[in-house]
């Protein structure tokens, strides 16, 4: 049974930063793309983040998330993070991971499509 579980998540003020991680457990997934997607409140759809492919060498960005967002994985504690800089209030939503063996599933941004886990997800809140 694999298991993703987000942390890191927390109330902060605008311009500030968080460190968000991923963590799994189960089965090691250092041959998985890994991802970052979110859901703002009174959203009914999940939004792409950021993604990137087994070996960290690439990554994808959502164009909100270029200039102040960076995702990284370290294998060895099977885990990936998001940093998060200059968070704006427009960041408030739950932050969920979720792992593929294919990393052109996350090409589309769809949250629909079919990856293979997900996370539970972390609350993140900006205040102004």
């Known amino acids: 049974q694999v298991q993703l579980v987000e942390s890191g998540g927390g109330v902060v003020q605008v311009g500030g930063s968080l460190r968000l991680s991923c963590v799994a457990s189960g089965r090691t997934l250092d041959r998985y793309a890994m991802g970052w997607f979110r859901q703002a409140p009174g959203k009914e759809r999940r939004e792409f983040v950021a993604?990137?492919?087994?070996?960290?060498?690439?990554?994808y960005y959502a164009e909100f998330a270029k200039s102040r967002f960076t995702i990284s994985r370290d294998n060895s504690k099977n885990a990936m993070y998001l940093q998060m800089n200059n968070l704006e209030p427009e960041d408030t939503a739950v932050y969920y991971c979720n792992a593929d063996t294919d990393p052109s599933t996350y090409y589309s941004g769809n949250p629909a499509s079919p990856y293979d886990y997900w996370g539970q997800g972390t609350q993140v809140t900006v205040t102004s």
């Open positions: 993604a990137i492919n087994w070996s960290g060498g690439s990554t």
